[in-house]
């Protein structure tokens, strides 16, 4: 029971990595506070957890504020919120070719949403001057990608607040600590307007994880596990820090079995 005691909140949890967050922190004794834009999601969620709930559109600012009426003090909060702008089909997100609607639309949701997030976390943890905040990234934040710029921009952007808060709680003298999650190629609902489900699904999954050493999607599970090592007691020396998870994607020369 890693997280006995603890109040969590985790958002963007009715799905996906966050889902699976929720769930590995409700095994391990945490009181999970599920937060969603999806409310009919949520209600799914709140009926197979047993986990309180809330409705949280992560762009809005009053919306945090009526969370920090409904949760004052908490333990850790996972900013796992996040949108790739591509959930109704496929659009322009290269540098050239890209709105500015769409731009913004990604990073409201995965940036302001974060820096949001952040926000909150403070406020709820500088009473006891301690906590956890574990902000999900992605290894599009560390390289180029030139189909989902703005995707790729903020995500690089929460890597770099991530350091940012880490910093500024030390320096206030505060044991919150803030570290960053980056998964690569996670099975999840967001991949499914780039797969498709036509025959060539197979074709369009091993073409996207080709030039990964472990060849192969990961799971939502090995996500949480990370979030879980660093909400829990057992990660108090390490804030401000990137790990990575891309099945050895970035360690260089992707290994080409035999």
């Known amino acids: 029971m890693r997280l006995a005691g603890k109040t969590c909140v985790v958002t963007g949890a009715a799905r996906g990595i966050g889902r699976a967050i929720a769930e590995a ?20 969620l ?3 957890l ?20 409904f949760a004052p003090a908490v333990d850790v909060v996972v900013n796992n919120a996040g949108v790739t702008g591509f959930e109704d089909g496929m659009v322009a997100h290269d540098p050239e070719h890209a709105t500015l609607a769409d731009w913004r639309a990604v990073h409201a949701v995965n940036l302001d949403g974060t820096f949001l997030g952040c926000r909150y976390a403070i406020r ?11 902000n ?9 990608i030139p189909g989902a710029a703005a995707y790729a921009s ?7 607040h991530t350091k940012t808060v880490a910093l500024y709680c030390a320096q206030q003298g505060w044991t919150i600590r803030c570290n960053a999650i980056h998964p690569a190629a996670i099975l999840t609902g967001m991949w499914e307007p780039m797969l498709g489900t036509g025959p060539d699904r197979q074709a369009r999954m091993d073409a996207l994880v080709a030039d990964t050493p472990l060849r192969r999607f990961g799971r939502p599970d ?18 401000g820090a990137d790990i990575t998870l891309d099945g050895g994607l970035l360690a260089g020369s992707a290994a080409v079995p035999g």
């Open 124 to 134: 709820a943890m500088k009473a006891r001057s301690a906590g956890s905040i574990v």
């Open 25 to 44: 922190f409700g095994r391990e004794g945490a009181t999970v506070i599920a937060t969603d834009a999806d409310a009919a999601a949520l209600a799914d």
């Open 222 to 239: 090995e996500v949480a596990a990370v979030a879980l090592m660093l909400a829990s007691d057992e990660a108090t020396y390490i804030t």
């Open 136 to 144: 999900i990234a992605s290894r599009s934040g560390l390289v180029g």
């Open 154 to 160: 903020s995500k690089a952007a929460i890597r770099n």
């Open 50 to 69: 047993g986990c309180r709930t809330f409705p949280l559109d992560v762009r809005s600012e009053e919306a945090w504020d009526a969370l920090e009426r």
């Open 46 to 48: 709140e009926a197979a």
